[in-house]
């Protein structure tokens, strides 16, 4: 892990101790998201040993702040070690810790921190995905006013407010221009268009659309894509139905079936695929719009574009995703100091210059009230460029809607298995809806 030797460092610690399970915790989703005492030890084993440094210890005129964080993304980590070490030169008094669970994989984030909370680590500065379910267990504590005040009020949940967005991510198609533009191929304008693509690339030796199926996380890329175009109607109201789900299944599967996506990316990770897309052997990858600078700093030759991929209805839909949050604990709230330190390291990561690195780093939208500056960077603006009039903008994504407990991670697994596995595509469906209105 990177260090800082300036005035202060930046503290970054992996998961590696085991801690005690307490015995007494309260819901933590609609109707119970509390990880048994059981479960939660079997994770504690799989913990144990990861790779990481211990804190330092804190000088004791300092308040130490804890940071926990989803490290899955390269860019994401690096990004919040720069924000920490800025803002504790400007704050010598406040000792950041930024806390990791690590990445496994086919976890995910939203279930390693139930694990935090079993064992009365949740705090105090925490990334949320889901937030909403967070939020009805009562173990956050409400946004100071000086931070709720930075943001946009459209993108706030309703009083009192106890999360707030990090920024709003884009996820499109990632595709090799020099590739397209060999075999003369257009930015398709429908999905029969898409698909004749990936024949032409596929008769020139390409793989056509890289997937990493090894995360199960990643699935829910393509998954939200799929969603959108099956499962929406018109008005953008959700028809959760067999036949829907059959259809969506099928036309996943049909990808693989047409040798669109290689049988050995079940094995490939999420990182992985950038370097798919940058060393020329696949020439699509639909993933998030952050992807873009990681490709072009492995191989700068590379010349990429960025498109929403039109659906079989003729929308193309462009997923407009807020569910990476920050919340603070009601742990730290308790304590007057760690909750001014929490108030002030957020008022600083959405403060001018600082939140626009964030932007940049992360190729993402912003969710402040201030007018933010335009990046000049290109991913940014093949982002921008894809928006057309054509565009139809959504937030009806499967991690920002009110899903069942575990509903995600069995969706994502569906999506793998409809993808390369060999259960029949009605009973997939079948057992899609079932989880739907499981809890309901």
Known sequence: MREYTNRQRVMTRDRKKKPSVSTEKRSFSLRSLAVTAASVAVTAVLLTGCAGQEAESVSPEQTELRVVYSSGDANWKACLEDVAEKFMEENPEISVELYTMGNYENRLYSDQLKILYAEDEFYDVLELREPQKVAEAGILAEIPDAVEQLMDPARLSEEPVTYIPIYQMNRGMVYNKGVFQELGIREPGTYEEFLDACETLKEAGYNPVAVGGADLWHMEFWGNFLFDNYMLDQ?????????????????????????????????????????????????????????????????????????????????????????????????????SEKYRAAE???????????????????????????????????????????????????????????????FRNNYNRIMREALWGSRPIDELAAELIALWQEER
């Open 235 to 335: 008005d953008q109201q959700i028809q959760w139905t067999e036949e829907n789900a059959e259809a969506m299944l099928r036309a996943f599967r049909s990808l693989y079936e047409r040798g669109y996506v290689a049988e050995e990316y079940q094995d490939l990770s999420d990182n992985e695929t950038a370097r798919e897309i940058a060393a020329g052997n696949a020439a699509m990858l639909y993933t998030g719009a952050w992807m873009m600078p990681q490709i072009t700093g492995m191989n700068p030759d590379v010349d990429l574009g960025y498109f929403f991929l039109p659906g079989p209805g003729g929308v193309r839909y462009a997923a407009q995703d807020t569910s990476n949050c920050w919340g603070i604990s009601q742990k730290c709230a308790e304590d």
């Open 344 to 406: 002030r390291f957020l008022t600083f990561f959405y403060s001018e210059g600082i939140y626009e690195n964030v932007l940049d780093t992360m190729t993402a939208d912003s969710v402040v009230r201030r007018p933010v500056e335009e990046s000049g960077l290109e991913a940014a603006r093949l982002v921008k460029e894809a928006y057309d009039e054509n565009v139809v903008a959504t937030d009806q994504i499967i991690s920002s809607l009110d899903t069942p407990g575990g």
